[in-house]
């Protein structure tokens, strides 16, 4: 619940939840409640978005902006798509089934763009941030800096080996189609299929650093079998932003 949240003596968030069905909002309270547990994240403010912004953005269900200033992050929550919980998980489901969102399971389907929102408020990848070493609010990005660099290390990483699996398959295709593979070729183009597919975090992951970190951070967290280059991903969301216990 929205009280929940406020009332979180780890990162207290003042939440709005008007506009959502209950079981989006008691969702996402739940899955942030605990995100929060393991986290420190700037997140302060959650509240559904302008009903002009929210039609114009009708595909995008959140949005994360940072206040460097203040050192805060507040999320926007589209309540044309979270005011009905069982289209909204359908909605995830269907992206899931398509490679856009990570393979995750039923049961946490929900949690999905949470998580994922959850990941812009720990760290983004193209802001401007201060110049100055810390900012007046006292808040120091040098972590955040850091961060970034190893992200960037991991995305390239990531674009390379796929990159790497596809060159080694298209000759092998090639043979499929126009010559006359051996069952050593068919066994080989298998081992790669598996490969990409167990490398492979979402579609949405390629499509620039931001949005890789965040895919990887959700996939780590919620993913049926995440990639190896979301654990490591998440690792450096952890060594940086993670709460010390």
Same mark, same amino acid.
């Given at each position: 619940?929205?009280?929940?949240?406020?009332?979180?003596?780890?990162?207290?968030?003042?939440?709005?939840?008007?506009?959502?069905?209950?079981?989006?909002?008691?969702?996402?309270?739940?899955?942030?409640?605990?995100?929060?547990?393991?986290?420190?994240?700037?997140?302060?403010?959650?509240?559904?978005?302008?009903?002009?912004?929210?039609?114009?953005?009708?595909?995008?269900?959140?949005?994360?902006?940072?206040?460097?200033?203040?050192?805060?992050?507040?999320?926007?929550?589209?309540?044309?798509?979270?005011?009905?919980?069982?289209?909204?998980?359908?909605?995830?489901?269907?992206?899931?089934?398509?490679?856009?969102?990570?393979?995750?399971?039923?049961?946490?389907?929900?949690?999905?763009?949470?998580?994922?929102?959850?990941?812009?408020?720990?760290?983004?990848?193209?802001?401007?941030?201060?110049?100055?070493?810390?900012?007046?609010?006292?808040?120091?990005?040098?972590?955040?800096?850091?961060?970034?660099?190893?992200?960037?290390?991991?995305?390239? @990483?990531?674009?390379?080996?796929? +990159?790497?699996? =596809? *060159?080694?398959? /298209?000759? #092998? !295709? @090639?043979?499929?189609?126009?010559? +006359?593979?051996? =069952? *050593?070729?068919? /066994?080989? #183009? !298998?081992?790669?299929?598996?490969?990409?597919?167990?490398?492979?975090?979402?579609?949405?992951?390629?499509?620039?650093?931001?949005?890789?970190?965040?895919?990887?951070?959700?996939?780590?967290?919620?993913?049926?079998?995440?990639?190896?280059?979301?654990?490591?991903?998440?690792?450096?969301?952890?060594?940086?932003?993670?709460?010390?216990?």
């Amino acid at each position: 619940s929205a009280e929940e949240l406020e009332q979180s003596t780890l990162n207290p968030v003042k939440a709005d939840f008007t506009g959502l069905d209950v079981r989006s909002a008691e969702s996402i309270s739940k899955t942030l409640t605990g995100l929060m547990g393991d986290y420190e994240s700037p997140l302060q403010k959650i509240e559904p978005m302008e009903k002009t912004s929210a039609f114009m953005q009708k595909s995008t269900p959140a949005q994360t902006s940072h206040n460097y200033g203040t050192a805060s992050a507040e999320m926007k929550l589209n309540p044309l798509i979270m005011q009905d919980y069982d289209g909204y998980v359908n909605r995830v489901s269907k992206a899931v089934g398509r490679g856009q969102f990570p393979q995750i399971p039923a049961d946490r389907l929900d949690q999905y763009v949470p998580t994922h929102e959850f990941a812009h408020t720990l760290l983004t990848m193209g802001d401007k941030l201060p110049v100055a070493r810390t900012n007046w609010a006292g808040m120091d990005y040098t972590g955040t800096r850091r961060a970034r660099k190893e992200v960037e290390k991991i995305f390239s @990483d990531y674009k390379a080996e796929l +990159s790497q699996i =596809e *060159q080694q398959k /298209k000759p #092998l !295709l @090639d043979k499929l189609l126009y010559g +006359s593979p051996t =069952e *050593q070729d068919r /066994k080989e #183009l !298998l081992r790669l299929d598996e490969l990409k597919k167990s490398v492979t975090i979402s579609t949405y992951a390629g499509t620039n650093p931001d949005e890789f970190m965040a895919e990887a951070f959700t996939d780590a967290r919620i993913g049926s079998e995440p990639s190896k280059y979301s654990k490591q991903v998440e690792a450096v969301l952890r060594k940086y932003f993670g709460r010390k216990k």
